[in-house]
């Protein structure tokens, strides 16, 4: 049974960083794509990037330039490096994941809050 554990949220500053932590347990995470979401109360959960397990990559506009996910495979580890934070990027943010043949359920992490303060 695959396991999604997310952390490294917590409390900063406008223009300040952070890096969040998923870790993959319970399969072959060589196999699964991986995506950031995120959700601020009385809004939607809102796509916020992916990773392929090539490495290719997607980003939500309002976050290009300032977020970065990458992988590391040999630690079953994806990374969000979140830069010039802004108040409007606080939120639960999620760590999804699912086969990249598409087959088969998708999985979550529990979230972990991100807050910025202005």
């Known amino acids: 049974q695959v396991q999604l554990v997310e952390s490294g949220g917590g409390l900063v500053q406008a223009g300040g960083s952070l890096r969040l932590s998923c870790i993959f347990y319970g399969s072959d995470f060589s196999m699964y794509v991986v995506g950031w979401h995120r959700q601020a109360p009385g809004k939607q959960r809102e796509l916020v990037t992916t990773i392929t397990p090539g490495s290719s990559t997607t980003y939500v506009d309002s976050v290009k330039g300032r977020f970065t996910i990458s992988r590391d495979d040999g630690k079953d580890t994806v990374y969000l490096q979140m830069n010039s934070l802004k108040p409007e990027d606080t939120a639960t943010y999620y760590c999804?994941?699912?086969?990249?043949?598409?087959?088969?359920?998708?999985?979550w992490g529990q979230g972990t809050q991100v807050t910025v303060s202005s």
């Open positions: 999804q994941a699912y086969s990249y043949t598409r087959y088969g359920p998708e999985y």
